[in-house]
């Protein structure tokens, strides 16, 4: 079964939290699914809100137990999962830093994963500009028009709960806060985290090829690695000069998420 036949998509979740020093941590994560595992996962968490009496689950509002139970629970899911990640002054526009994160992992998780479809949490009058974002790539030719985007509520798709998990747990162990629901995450899992920053940025050094996606405005500068985290990390660098990705998909492939 092809990529299309197993209908590839990938649910997109963000997390922004800002640091003590003023600075933003801005992360999306893109859990990747077949056809298949979509039944599987809505089956498995809507059961479980149906249980607890929720419509949908929301990380950021859940207490330290409720958080650490979601995090067993997806992590005996069977997915894919990747998570771009930057740090951002607090006098740049996060707008603008959404729309680059969200142009290099289209263009990985189309090129490499075989995504058809990209699933965002709706943001209701503000998802004209995930759009925009998607049409500037394809005319860029960083994404072919096989990519399609649409837009859901979390009441609507318990899948987007699982991105919501996912990219929740990472930002709250990477600026300090309780590890636990990302240590359980990390027993079951192995998910590729891309730290983007900029070209010639301070900070900056060489990991060698990485593909290229065009300057936003302001820096993108590295981020610090948390020790409760054991990620797979792959550096993923800013050219001004580049009008498209510059190197093989092969160099970038996902690891694959490990279930129970």
């Not at 600075?23 to 498995?44: H, K, M, P, S």
């Not at 707008?95 to 994160?101: A, F, G, H, T």
């Not at 990390?186 to 065009?214: F, K, M, S, T, Y």
Request: net charge neutral; glycine share 6%; hydrophobic share 45%.
């Amino acid at each position: 079964m092809d990529a299309a036949d197993r209908q590839v998509w990938a649910h997109v979740d963000e997390s922004f939290p800002q640091l003590p020093s003023g600075r933003f941590l801005y992360a999306l994560a893109n859990v990747v699914t077949d056809v298949v595992q979509r039944g599987v996962i809505r089956g498995e968490l809507q059961a479980l809100a149906y249980r607890d009496g929720l419509r949908a689950v929301h990380f950021a509002d859940e207490n330290r137990a409720r958080r650490v139970a979601l995090a067993k629970q997806v992590a005996g899911l069977e997915l894919l999962g990747t998570i771009v990640v930057t740090q951002i002054g607090a006098a740049q526009k996060l707008e603008d830093c959404r729309s680059r994160l969200l142009t290099a992992a289209a263009a990985r998780l189309q090129r490499v994963e075989h995504v058809s479809r990209l699933v965002m949490e709706s943001r209701s009058q503000a998802d004209k500009n995930d759009r925009k974002t998607i049409d500037i790539a394809r005319s860029r030719r960083h994404l072919s028009g096989r990519l399609t985007i649409d837009f859901a509520r979390k009441s609507t798709d318990p899948v987007l709960w699982v991105a919501d998990v996912i990219v929740s747990a990472f930002t709250v162990a990477e600026k300090g806060g309780d590890p636990e629901p990302g240590e359980v995450l990390n027993d079951g899992q192995v998910i590729d985290v891309q730290r983007l920053q900029e070209r010639g940025a301070p900070g900056w050094h060489a990991q060698g090829p990485g593909p290229a996606i065009p300057r936003g405005s302001g820096p993108l500068l590295p981020v610090t690695s948390s020790n409760a985290w054991q990620f797979v990390a792959t550096e993923l660098h800013l050219d001004s000069n580049a009008s498209r990705f510059a190197v093989e998909p092969e160099q970038f492939l996902a690891a694959p998420i490990i279930a129970d």
